[in-house]
Nanobody, 122 residues
Framework: QVQLVESGGGSVQVGGSLRLSCAASGYIYSLSYIGWFRQAPGKEREGVAVNSAGGSSTLYAASVKGRFAISKDSAKNTLYLKMNSLKLEDTAMYFC???????????????WGQGTQVTVSS
């Protein structure tokens, strides 16, 4: 069983930055890919960034490429999402998830955290 706990969300103005963290525990090594997803009110959940377990491969959604960066600290079993140049449309609940498919499709990820809210205001 995999446990994922997100933190670091909050309120920020347009153009600001935040760093999200996801602490992983349990049988995390049974899953090859870990990433960030988000869901805005009234919208479907979407993939933001996914990283392979070894860190050699990364996928980014087109809407965040160049502004967001995914990274991990393997010693701490922690995944990060550094978000720069935040826009109003980045407002959402952000989730950490782990799975065995290298994709941004949320349905391919069986393990999920509870989420952390990010609110961007003007």
């Amino acid at each position: 069983q995999v446990q994922l706990v997100e933190s670091g969300g909050g309120s920020v103005q347009v153009g600001g930055s935040l760093r999200l963290s996801c602490a992983a525990s349990g049988y995390i090594y049974s899953l090859s890919y870990i990433g960030w997803f988000r869901q805005a009110p009234g919208k479907e959940r979407e993939g933001v960034a996914v990283n392979s377990a070894g860190g050699s491969s990364t996928l980014y959604a087109a809407s965040v490429k160049g502004r967001f960066a995914i990274s991990k600290d393997s010693a701490k079993n922690t995944l990060y999402l550094k978000m720069n140049s935040l826009k109003l449309e980045d407002t959402a609940m952000y989730f950490c998830a782990a799975g065995n498919v290298f994709t941004l499709r949320p349905g391919d990820f069986p393990a999920w955290g509870q989420g952390t809210q990010v609110t961007v205001s003007s």
